[in-house]
């Protein structure tokens, strides 16, 4: 069983930036390729990122390409969620999860999830 926990979340203006960092305590993190969510209320939740476990390949949401940015670090077990420029309706709870295969956007193929973290983008 894989423990992920978020932290970064916050309060950032519209324009501003922040990075979301997902810690994993599982013992084989640079096989499991890694995603991003996020869910507002009263909608679904979305895929915003992933990376695979190679680290070569990576799966952005249209509405954030070039906006945001995913990393991962397999030395500190750590994924990380670089976000730029940062627009009023991304205000949400951001969840990292993890999966033992490839590249996917759908939440349905992600086994491990953290409890997320509340980032609020003020107008």
């Known amino acids: 069983q894989m423990q992920l926990v978020e932290s970064g979340g916050g309060l950032v203006q519209a324009g501003g930036s922040m990075r979301l960092s997902c810690a994993a305590s599982?013992?084989?993190?640079?096989?499991?390729?890694m995603g991003w969510f996020r869910q507002a209320p009263g909608k679904e939740r979305e895929c915003v990122a992933t990376i695979h476990w190679s680290g070569t390949r990576t799966y952005y949401a249209d509405s954030v390409k070039g906006r945001f940015r995913i990393s991962r670090d397999n030395a500190k077990s750590t994924v990380y969620l670089q976000m730029n420029s940062v627009k009023p309706e991304e205000t949400a709870v951001y969840y990292c999860?993890?999966?033992?295969?490839?590249?996917?956007?759908?939440?349905?193929?992600?086994?491990?999830w953290g409890q997320g973290t509340q980032v609020t983008v003020s107008s």
């Open positions: 999860a993890a999966r033992f295969g490839g590249l996917s956007y759908s939440q349905d193929d992600y086994e491990y």
């Open positions: 599982g013992r084989a993190f640079s096989s499991y390729t």
